[in-house]
């Protein structure tokens, strides 16, 4: 009855904001990608880090996204240029949530 519809209106909350996390962390790790793009296309002759994050970048994340833990987010390459961004933010209601993408330079 009326519970049952209480709580179907309480999980729906729940996935919207879900949802809406996810789409802010993608939306922040595709601004990282191209300020990546950019800097490599700026740095390709010199010889400086191709990739990193601004520290106007990681205080949007935590301000956009919810209880977002010290060291994260974090940005890593490997030997073959892979660079990996990996955005964590815990949600009290929901437990930890992870997004994380990869994306190699020209």
Same mark, same amino acid.
């Given at each position: 009855g009326v519970l049952g519809l209480v709580g179907m209106q309480a999980t729906m909350m729940k996935t919207q904001l879900s949802s809406?996390?996810?789409a802010t962390a993608a939306a922040l790790a595709d601004e990282l990608v191209a300020d990546c793009q950019m800097s490599y296309a700026t740095t %390709?002759?010199?010889s400086e880090p191709a990739c990193s994050m601004s520290t106007a970048w990681t205080n949007k994340v935590s301000a956009l996204l919810p209880s977002v833990p010290v060291n994260t987010p974090t940005l890593t390459s490997n030997a073959s240029g892979v660079w990996t961004i990996t955005i964590i933010w815990n949600e009290?209601?929901?437990? %930890?949530d992870t997004y994380f993408t990869e994306f190699t330079l020209p």
């Open positions: 809406e996390d996810r %390709v002759l010199q009290p209601s929901r437990g %930890v």
